[in-house]
């Protein structure tokens, strides 16, 4: 595994303010399967982590794990069906409400007299939950992700999910591009960051969600996690 710098500012000065095991990760997160998690994350254990960069306070995964390792975790570590659950819970839902509502908030006050004939995309889509959210008369969203277990869900809801980089380019330019903790997982944020930008109309919004250390969610399990 290979250390890499804040995906914000670049800087390398970062304080590492959870640790996890195997054990604990899958206490606090189901979805994940133990066994497998111990035997992928063998001998990698001192960099399961959440680093905060002490210059621009982004919290973040200081470590960039190898590619078998990814593999190994994602194909066969994760229990879909616990994830979707949790996924897409009410309370869930609620919360990508109120986001929602946010982002048109925010493209009202920059300037937009009508919010209609939008085109969104939803990058790390995942169960589409956010989609389900979105989708509406006058809102045009297409979603991505590499987990094709994940995005079969959208799909059979009758969301439209691009197979690949380049067909999501296609789908350009945009009005809202929206990833939901999803950047702190990113190998190379850079090209992602372009990506956004050339899908992107000239006044187009970029979203992003990052975990939030004072979020009851951390405050309730960080005593476990450190």
Same mark, same amino acid.
Request: hydrophobic share 40%; glycine share 8%; charged share 30%.
């Given at each position: 595994? =290979? +250390?890499?710098? %804040?995906?914000? %500012? ?13 054990? $604990? ?27 905060? %960069?002490?210059?621009?306070?982004? &919290?973040? %995964? ?7 390792? @990814?593999? #190994? ?8 069906? +616990? /994830? ?8 869930? #839902? ?8 946010? &982002?048109?908030?925010?493209?009202? $006050? ?8 939008? =085109?969104?995309?939803?990058? !790390? ?22 987990? /094709? ?7 059979? #809801? !009758?969301?439209? &999910?691009?197979? /690949? &980089?380049? !067909?999501?380019?296609?789908? !350009? ?27 992107? =109309?000239?006044?187009?919004? @970029? ?7 004072? /979020?009851?969610?951390? +405050? ?7």
């Amino acid at each position: 595994m =290979k +250390q890499r710098s %804040c995906p914000v %500012c670049d800087s390398y000065d970062a304080e590492i303010i959870m640790n996890f095991t195997p054990e $604990l990760l899958t206490s606090v997160n189901p979805t994940y399967n133990l066994n497998v998690l111990k035997d992928a994350l063998e001998g990698k254990e001192n960099h399961i982590t959440y680093s905060r %960069c002490r210059k621009c306070k982004m &919290i973040y %995964c200081e470590y960039i794990w190898d590619d078998e390792t @990814l593999r #190994r975790v994602y194909d066969k570590g994760i229990d879909h069906h +616990q /994830s979707k659950l949790k996924t897409l819970s009410i309370e869930k #839902r609620i919360s990508l409400i109120r986001l929602w509502i946010n &982002i048109l908030r925010v493209l009202k $006050l920059g300037g937009r007299k009508k919010l209609g004939n939008l =085109k969104v995309v939803d990058f !790390g889509c995942g169960w589409g939950d956010f989609m389900d959210v979105v989708n509406g008369y006058g809102i045009d969203v297409i979603g991505f992700d590499g987990d /094709s277990k994940k995005t079969a869900l959208p799909i059979k #809801r !009758g969301h439209r &999910i691009a197979e /690949s &980089i380049e !067909g999501l380019k296609e789908y !350009g330019p945009v009005d809202v591009f929206v990833m939901i903790s999803v950047l702190e997982h990113l190998q190379d944020i850079d090209f992602f960051m372009k990506l956004a930008r050339e899908l992107l =109309k000239e006044n187009g919004l @970029l979203i992003f969600t990052v975990m939030d250390y004072r /979020s009851g969610y951390i +405050q309730k399990n960080v005593k476990r996690l450190i």
